[in-house]
Each structure stands twice: as C-alpha cells, then as structure tokens.
C-alpha cells in the first residue's frame, strides 16, 4: 500500500480522504490542530505546524511521497529534506514560482501565457501611469479568499494601502472582464507508453467562478462556453503544467474579456475550491485525481457524468438565529443536492464552512448540457443561498463588516 504525506490538515486533506481509501492509498497528515477537519479521515497524523520542516522530516520518515493541501510551506526548509531523497509532488521547484505572485506573474511572461500588465511596486509614485485607475493591489506572498487583494480607485488609496508595514506588493491593471472561469489541469507522474512520449494530462470541463469581494460563492459547471474559449483555455493550462514539470492537480484562474480573450489571473498548486462540484458531477473527483497523479496512477476520466452541475459555498454567518444543522438539512432536501461540511472547530463570517452541490438532469449525456441556461443554475444557486444566509439578498460580508 503507497503511503502519502499531505502537508495541511483542513477540509481539502478531508476531502481526499474518501478518495485514499477508494484508491487504497494510506493518507497521513501534518496539521497543527487535533480537530482539523483531516484528522478523522487519515490513517496517521503529524500535529505540527504545516510550516514545520523538522515535522515534515518526521511525516517523510513514514510516507512514499508527499503532496501539498496549501502552498503556505516553508519552501527553503523543505529543499533540506528533499535533497536527502524525499520525494515531493508536485515538487518543490514545480511551486516555486508560484509562491510569490510577482514571480507567477514573471512565469507567465516567461511561456509567453496572457496575463494582465503588472509590476512590483512600493509607492504609488512608482505606478505606471498608463495602467490608469482603478487597479489591483495585492500582497506578494500569503493571499488567498480575498485577503491581500484590494482594488484601488485612486492615487491616494494605493498609496495608504502600501503604507502597510511588512509587505511586499505587486499591482495589475484592471481587466473589465466579462466573466471570471477555472479549470482544474492534472499531469501524470510517468509519460505515457515511451519514455519520449509527453506526461498524461487530463481537464476538466471549464466552469464559471462567480466572486463576491474577491472570494469565490459559486461555480457553474455547464459546458457552455464556446470552442474558441475552451481551447484557448486548454492551451493555457497544457502550457503551464508543461512549463512547470508539474505533477498533480493545479487550479487555474481566469479571466474571459468582453472580445473574448482568455487571461490567466492566478494559479494554486494543489486541488482548488472551484473543482468541489467533481466531487458528484465528474467521473473521477479532482481529489481522486490528485492522488492518482502523486501515487503514479493513470488519470481518471473527467468527464461529467450529469448535465451540468451547481456548486454554491456556505460561508459562515455569526448571529444569534445561526444554526447550521438545521439549514443544512434543508438544504440535503433540494432534489439532487450534495451537502458537505468540513466540521472545522471556529466558524466567523466570511470562513468557508462547507458547500453544497446539485447536478443537473443526472444521468444524461453531456450533450444535455447545451440546453442548461445559465438562468437555471442562477435560480438554483439562489434558493441555496436564500435558505442559508436567511435571504436571498442578503450579503455575508454586509454581517461581517456590521
């Protein structure tokens, strides 16, 4: 039995669980909490820090291979352990260049991939004057659901957000895009057949990532966009997981223009909260897949296996008249809904509890999907959101911000 390390114990670890014991895989994690959600779902587990080298040399000592639930690592600590022979996937020189997002942005212009105009920036003296306003202001290293990323409508806004001490920032014109998407990209570990054939990679279909304050609420996997985009975004992500000699599950963010020009506005090396919806609505989940690829696997088909699907995110909402168990059993009462909870020990406004997913028309052919308008899917995202946050309307951040 292949027994694989996971750095990160939150509901991302949890959910690769269910995909091990399919798989026959042993999962251990390293997580700093003996509640994380991950710990009641792995074989094993390494209470530290997931920062902690000296743990993850311990985690090594017990595992085949290990992988990666978030990209908040410990970079240089953990090349000491690599270089003694443990096997990282993806590896550590796959993810370097996406740490910091000057340097994925760097990347992209590298491989010749669109990307929004950037620069590194200090003061707001520095800026470029032909990037106009507003433009996007984000922290370097450490960002994600929102956090670290600001848009900024003048000078002087920039400005006092650069005043922050012990950042370092990178801002990007603003694209006035028509519509945010993703895509889940996997590569294999081996090439396939020959050794001169290239790695095995597997999409899946491209969906569209609905943001609210920079923080995803809800995807829509309706196979509905053109061929034209669709190939524009399978190129993008072939390109990049070449670039990089990736193995495992990358998710890619993007941005569609209003002429239809495909960007790529952020990448996360590891599965990805806009992949949830494969859980129940692909052949082979984005979890399954990732261990597929760490554990030297074929890939798994990834084609869905209903018309389309879904995925709504349940963010926390601190008040008085919250009860969660009971809103997620209504919600398990919308025909073909999938609730999932991570059971994470804190809830705050805002922090992503769980998800709830609803395939479309299960059971028929993809070519369904065509007949699926987006207005179906909008309704269904809303009647999940209208039970859960108590109104259709109503905004989580609106509570968190009162």
Request: with cysteine; proline share 4%; net charge negative.
């Amino acid at each position: 039995m292949k027994r694989v390390g996971v750095i990160g114990g939150g509901q991302l670890a949890w959910m690769m669980g269910a995909a091990a014991k399919k798989l026959g895989l042993h999962l251990i994690v390293q997580t700093p909490n003996q509640d994380d959600p991950a710990v009641g779902v792995a074989e094993e587990v390494v209470l530290a820090q997931v920062e902690d080298a000296s743990a993850t040399a311990h985690l090594a000592q017990q595992c085949d291979v290990i992988t990666f639930e978030n990209e908040f690592v410990d970079l240089a600590g953990l090349g000491a352990i690599a270089s003694q022979g443990v096997e990282f996937l993806p590896s550590l020189g796959a993810i370097a260049p996406i740490l910091d997002k000057f340097d994925q942005r760097s990347f992209y212009q590298s491989i010749h991939v669109p990307t929004p105009r950037f620069q590194a920036i200090t003061h707001a003296s520095e800026l470029d004057a032909s990037f106009g306003f507003p433009v996007v202001l984000k922290a370097r290293r450490h960002g994600y659901d929102g956090y670290g990323t600001f848009v900024c409508k003048t000078l002087v806004e920039l400005e006092a957000l650069l005043q922050k001490p012990g950042q370092s920032w990178l801002v990007e014109e603003f694209v006035p895009f028509e519509r945010e998407l993703a895509v889940i990209a996997a590569r294999g570990r081996f090439p396939q057949g020959s050794l001169h054939e290239s790695h095995e990679i597997a999409l899946y279909p491209v969906v569209e990532s609905q943001q609210e304050q920079q923080v995803c609420r809800r995807v829509y996997a309706l196979n509905e966009f053109s061929e034209s985009v669709t190939e524009q975004v399978g190129a993008i992500a072939r390109q990049i997981l070449t670039a990089l000699d990736y193995v495992g599950v990358l998710g890619i963010e993007l941005f569609l223009t209003t002429d239809g020009r495909v960007l790529v506005n952020e990448i996360a090396p590891r599965v990805h909260n806009s992949g949830h919806y494969t859980l129940d609505a692909c052949a082979t989940s984005q979890f399954e897949q990732h261990l597929r690829a760490v554990a030297g696997l074929p890939l798994g088909s990834t084609a869905l296996t209903c018309a389309g699907a879904v995925m709504v995110n349940l963010l926390g909402v601190e008040t008085p008249e919250s009860d969660y168990a009971a809103l997620r059993q209504r919600l398990a009462a919308i025909p073909q809904a999938q609730v999932y909870w991570y059971g994470k020990s804190e809830s705050r406004p805002g922090r992503k509890l769980g998800h709830v997913t609803v395939c479309l028309q299960p059971g028929q052919g993809r070519a369904e999907a065509e007949a699926i308008p987006v207005g179906i899917a909008s309704r269904i995202a809303r009647q999940v959101e209208a039970i859960w946050y108590g109104r259709s309307d109503y905004s989580v951040f609106e509570a968190s911000e009162a």
